[in-house]
């Protein structure tokens, strides 16, 4: 067996027994295994069965209440579910998709010329050209997931965390983001996607892990989302119990 020090080196995101959650209340539980370097890889799951969790605790927005999840503290992209931003803070386009540049530059830190080329070219290639001046509260919920996504490229992250990034948009907003997606993947960076659509899993993503507040399966796209997967992480939502001790003591979340 590899040892620890070589599985982390050999993975993007590296998690070992994480349990992780809220206050007392543990979200997910014991959830070991590994994200490669360069894959793309769907979480899906129920309501509820801790997706936005993981993914806030991968990019160090949540401590682990136990375990571990190391990234290698290589530069990370996160993109929050659209719903948790401020639609009314008074902003324009080209100041969201700048926010990409402050490990760069620091906060405060003046932009030059070739950030501003940066930004616009970011706009561009998310179909948004022109857009630079447009209030935040003006855009509607496609354009302003592009603006996100313009933010995520002028990033330039070797790991990208995703956040329901395809809800309430339409199918071309839709396939111009999967497009993007799969041009990160392609470029090598490691892309990590919550999602509800299996279809469109099934479709873009070549690895899936199927949370219920542990892992039901993790793997292959194709071999994870079989009707006994998708069943089991069902019947795990269903048998929740909001009153229940903080964490089953044998890690019974985990996945067989
Ligand atoms: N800030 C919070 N404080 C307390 N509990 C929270 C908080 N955020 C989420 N939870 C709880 O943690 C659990 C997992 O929530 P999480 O948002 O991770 O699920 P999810 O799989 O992303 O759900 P959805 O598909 O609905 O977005 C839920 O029981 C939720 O109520």
Same mark, same amino acid.
């Given at each position: 067996?590899?040892?620890?020090?070589?599985?982390?080196?050999?993975?993007?995101? &590296?998690?070992?027994?994480?349990?992780?959650?809220?206050?007392?209340?543990?979200?997910? =539980? =014991? /959830?070991?295994?590994?994200? +490669?370097?360069?894959?793309?890889?769907?979480?899906?799951?129920?309501?509820?069965?801790?997706?936005?969790?993981?993914?806030?605790?991968?990019?160090?927005?949540? +401590?682990?209440?136990?375990? $571990?999840?190391?990234?290698?503290?290589?530069?990370?992209?996160?993109?929050?579910?659209?719903?948790?931003?401020?639609?009314?803070?008074?902003?324009?386009? $080209?100041?969201?998709? +700048?926010?990409?540049?402050?490990?760069?530059?620091?906060?405060?830190? $003046? =932009?030059? &010329?070739?950030? !501003?080329? !940066?930004? *616009?070219?970011?706009?561009?290639? /998310?179909?948004?050209?022109?857009?630079?001046?447009?209030?935040?509260?003006?855009?509607?919920?496609?354009?302003?997931?592009?603006?996100?996504?313009?933010?995520?490229?002028?990033?330039?992250?070797?790991?990208?965390?995703?956040?329901?990034?395809?809800?309430?948009?339409?199918?071309? *907003?839709?396939?111009?983001?999967?497009?993007?997606?799969? $041009?990160?993947?392609?470029?090598?960076?490691?892309?990590?996607?919550?999602?509800?659509?299996?279809?469109? /899993?099934?479709?873009?993503?070549?690895?899936?892990?199927?949370?219920?507040?542990?892992?039901?399966?993790?793997?292959?796209?194709?071999?994870?989302?079989?009707? &006994?997967?998708?069943?089991?992480?069902?019947?795990?939502?269903?048998?929740?119990?909001?009153?229940?001790? #903080?964490?089953?003591?044998?890690?019974? #979340?985990? &996945?067989?």
């Amino acid at each position: 067996m590899a040892s620890l020090s070589s599985y982390v080196a050999s993975s993007a995101v &590296a998690l070992h027994d994480l349990t992780a959650g809220y206050g007392s209340h543990a979200a997910i =539980h =014991h /959830v070991t295994g590994e994200f +490669a370097r360069g894959s793309l890889t769907a979480i899906v799951g129920p309501n509820g069965s801790g997706k936005s969790t993981l993914l806030k605790t991968i990019a160090g927005l949540l +401590a682990p209440m136990g375990g $571990r999840c190391s990234t290698g503290r290589q530069a990370l992209a996160y993109l929050a579910q659209i719903s948790e931003m401020d639609r009314g803070f008074p902003a324009r386009v $080209r100041d969201i998709v +700048a926010l990409g540049l402050w490990q760069r530059r620091g906060l405060l830190g $003046r =932009h030059r &010329a070739e950030d !501003r080329a !940066r930004v *616009t070219d970011a706009l561009a290639q /998310v179909g948004l050209e022109g857009f630079e001046s447009r209030p935040l509260d003006t855009l509607s919920g496609g354009q302003l997931q592009r603006t996100l996504f313009a933010r995520v490229l002028v990033q330039d992250a070797p790991l990208i965390l995703l956040d329901e990034p395809f809800n309430a948009i339409d199918d071309k *907003t839709i396939r111009d983001l999967t497009a993007l997606i799969g $041009r990160w993947h392609a470029e090598g960076r490691t892309v990590l996607t919550v999602a509800h659509d299996l279809a469109l /899993v099934r479709a873009h993503f070549p690895h899936t892990l199927l949370l219920a507040r542990g892992a039901v399966a993790w793997g292959p796209t194709a071999d994870v989302l079989n009707e &006994a997967n998708i069943a089991r992480a069902r019947s795990f939502q269903e048998a929740w119990d909001e009153a229940a001790p #903080w964490c089953a003591p044998n890690g019974a #979340w985990q &996945a067989a």
